[in-house]
């Protein structure tokens, strides 16, 4: 694995030269680096293709370099020419690649060939196209009822793909759709839902250049969506205050060096980020929060006392909101000494981070995963909107609430129609478009659908992208699950771990990237479109030559199936897959926001879906926006860990070299980490006191109380800046450790950042000097 060097290392400022080679390093690794950085010119450009990586918005004004490092990394992935032929699949059988590290297997590039599984060699063998959908075909209208099928998105399909995919498997006569959605961002729409009215972010990026002070929770923009920092960086300059709220201590929301800025390149400099940056224990964000408000309170009580003007912007309280005596009495019904314990923050930070808000006319707050993959991240988020909407920091220029998605088109696939809880104003719109009786009870999410797999419920998994085994709990009871399928297929570009857990009948359908030329029978090049964490709905059009000339769209792949399996009676799957406009005027007729589309997502930057509480329209049932007046949790994990000899409470995350579960490289520059993944970050007082020192290798144990064994072997401990109590370290390795049974309350997602563990010792073992 080679040599790990601790926390001494970590680079002195994100971006900058660190970047610049890591960008480089990358497209030599790709094997065409001229041709990947002629590509890369194209990135995010009004005439080329979406970045594959994040969901952070494009800028009006654009730019002649619009992409960042991890989006030279997921060029670089996708672009390689490295090829992952038959012969490949004839040399290596699937219980040896089992064996493969993540990072391996996709270093074996780009997928040319549909293949499909022989048990019998226990390897996989090149098949046709068309015998690849008539036996899906067959083995689907096999089942007794459609919900026997679970039907999986990754967030990097794109809007037409994802709509002719919902409209297959409604035809075919289910919902069940499990979503990566559902293991990242579900809070963030439930809470915005029942707060706002609307499940998505209310500003656009143009608002970041407008506010007075921005609050980032729970989010580390250095790694999982770099171009964010430009934007923090010029905030920060032109002096709005930038509060973090992050358990551990992340360099890019301290410094960034910007590698377009040549002036700051060449004299070494960067830029502060972070105002204030406070470290809240793992889960303790909701009583921050919460403390916040409390402070926003009592300077609302002096300034009455004192005759001066309220504090709190009545105006839009009395006018727009409901509940808010309800809310007030509850954060003055908290006492310090709860919120102090359950944040892990002392009052005077909390007093600190409330006086930036109290300073400020215009406030965004923004967050991530350190926010919904706990217990109570859906009341958590409802907090943070009823604390935004005290000073009528919702429906203006320069303020709003902003959950920071992931993949690039994670959003864009739930407003399509990917959701096991359509509403019924989408399938009236689309019954009436395609004539037909569309499914209307629940079905799946991600939990619901691995639980129906491992009970024998659901009998078929499609996977539209993704790496559905890394990214999801309990990794060793999703191996059966996918093992207890009559049929498991994969669409996909590169080889991953979810190939590698074939059921009786399994295919992996290699697909076009977002970077290639998808051209139509005609050879006109298509486009496809994608929206953003800002619901700025943009084209993307491929300027590669494809990895394979067997490839097909997933749109194509899509339509194959369907056709196999509901026939085209209905629908005409071959005209679709021919002319994706034809796709784009059925999704104007089915969804609201979509007229015009095909005219409108060919201007530069694309359109923007309006939004109303954007625009102070409360789509409520009480037809305001909405205060949460509940209490905190009874206790938090690192409360309860802190009553149990030798328990931590952990979260999982990303390194800086990878991007969800595609592992780029082996290193994490920005918290020192060389050449290793399987770590452990600790506070240096906790280690002390385990008797334990920096390069210790451990077992890592999980302390789940449900009567399952979880061991994730052979760690090493690396110091770090964390708060007592509370570890750190990568997914997918340790997503061993994450029960399945423990989900967040209403939105049923993993509770990834929360895992309660314990560790036993491993002989000590120094590392080479």
Known sequence: ?????????????AGGWGALKSCGKRLLESGSPLSGARTLLKANQPDGFDCPGCAWGDPEHGSSFEFCENGVKAVAWEATDKRTLPDFFATHTVSELKTWSDYALEQ???????MRYDRVTDSYVRVGWDAAFAEIGAILNSFDTPDRAEFYTSGRASNEAAFLYQLFVRLYGTNNFPDCSNMCHEASGIAMKQA?????????????EKA?????????????????????????????????????????????????????????????????YFQPRLGGDMAAVRGMAKAVFAADDAARAAGRPSVLD??????????????????????????????????????????????????????????????????????????????????????????????SNVQGDRTVGINEKPPAAFLDALEQEFDFKAPRHEGHNVLAAIGAMLDGAARAFIGLGGNFARATPDSPLIEKALARQKLTVNIATKLNHSHLMPGEVSFILPCLGRTEIDRNSKGISQIVTVEDSMSMVHGSGGINRPASPELRSEVAIIAGIAAATVGSAKVDWAALADDYDLIRDHIANVIPGFENYNQRVRKPRGFHLRNAAANREWETPEGRATFWSGPLPD???????????????MQTFRSHDQYNTTIYGMDDRY?????????????????????????DRVDVIGRHEDGLSR???????????????????????????????????????PTSKSVLVSFRTKARQADAA
């Not at 080679?2 to 290392?9: E, L, P, Y």
């Not at 706002?196 to 970041?208: A, H, I, N, R, S």
């Not at 973090?244 to 070494?268: C, I, S």
């Open 314 to 407: 009545l105006d839009f309280i009395s006018r727009h909101t409901a509940d808010f005596d309800a809310y007030r009495a509850a954060v003055e019904a908290t006492g310090w000494a709860e919120i102090e314990d359950q944040s892990g923050l002392t009052r005077d930070e909390i007093e600190r981070a409330a006086a930036v808000y109290l300073g400020a006319e215009r406030v965004i707050c923004t967050w991530a995963m350190g926010v919904t993959q706990h217990r109570h991240s859906v009341i958590t988020i409802r907090e943070i909107a009823s604390f935004m909407m005290l000073r009528g920091n919702i429906g203006k220029p320069g303020a709003g609430l902003c959950p920071v998605r992931g993949h």
């Open 635 to 649: 206790a938090v994990e690192h409360q309860i860990a802190r009553g149990r000899d030798g328990v931590f409470v």
């Open 1 to 13: 694995m080679g040599k790990t060097v601790f926390i001494g290392k970590r680079s002195r400022a």
């Open 212 to 276: 007075d002070a921005i609050f980032v929770i729970g989010q580390n923009p250095g790694t999982n969506h770099p171009r964010m920092l430009g934007d923090l960086r010029r905030a920060a300059r032109r002096g709005a205050k930038i509060v973090v709220f992050n358990p551990l201590r992340e360099r890019g929301l301290e410094r960034f060096a910007d590698p377009q800025d040549k002036l700051e390149m060449l004299r070494g400099g960067s830029s502060e980020i972070a105002s204030d």
């Open 196 to 208: 706002v009215g609307v499940g998505k972010g209310t500003v656009l990026l143009e608002d970041f």
């Open 711 to 749: 061991v994730a072997s052979d760690f090493r401990f690396v110091p770090y800046d964390i708060p007592r109590g509370c570890v750190a370290g990568y997914y997918p390795e340790l997503n061993v450790l994450v029960p399945l049974s423990s989900a967040g309350d209403e939105s049923d997602t």
């Open 671 to 695: 918290r020192g980490v060389y050449g290793e993944r399987n770590v452990v970050f600790i506070n240096p007082a906790d280690l002390a006191d385990l008797g334990g020192e920096a390069g």
């Open 108 to 114: 074996q590039g780009r997928l040319t060939h549909p």
